[in-house]
C-alpha cells in the first residue's frame, strides 16, 4: 500500500496514503483508545485481520506516521507510536468523528466524544495534540 503520487494533488496524495478503511482506524486507536500493541489493533470491533493489520501498520512506519520500537517488558511484543505527523492528523480524526456523528447512525457515548472534541475547536485540538505528544514522543 505504498504511496504512489500519481498527482500532485495534496487530496490525492493523502488518499493514497490514508484513503482505505483500516489506516485511519489505526491512528484512531493509537490516538483514542490508547493502543499500542498489535494484539490489541487486532482486537478492536471492526474486525481487522492480522495480515491486513502488519501491511497498514509497515506502511505508517515507511511513510513517517507511526514509530515502532521493541516492548522492554516483553520480548516478543513491539510498540506503536505516533510521530509527529500522524500527532497532525488528530484534526482529520476529529472532523471525521463529528461528520460521522451527525450523519450517520454513531454509537452515542462514541458521538458524544466526537461532538465534545468538536465543539472545542482549535484550543481542545492543541491541547490534544500535546497530550499525545507526551504519550508518543516524550
Known sequence: MATKGR???????????????WTLLIIRDLAFAGKRHFRE???SDEGISSRTLAERLQ????EGILTRSDDP????????????AGIDLLPVLATLGAWGSKHRKADDKLARIADDLAAGGEPELRRMKATLRAQHLG
Request: glycine residues 8%; charged residues 20%; proline residues 3%.
Open 73 to 84: 517488558s516483553h520480548g516478543l511484543k513491539s510498540i506503536y507510536r505516533l510521530t509527529e
Open 59 to 62: 506502511t505508517l512506519q515507511d
Open 41 to 43: 489493533f487486532l482486537q
Open 7 to 21: 498527482s500532485g494533488c495534496p487530496i490525492s496524495l493523502s488518499l493514497e496514503m490514508l484513503g482505505d478503511r
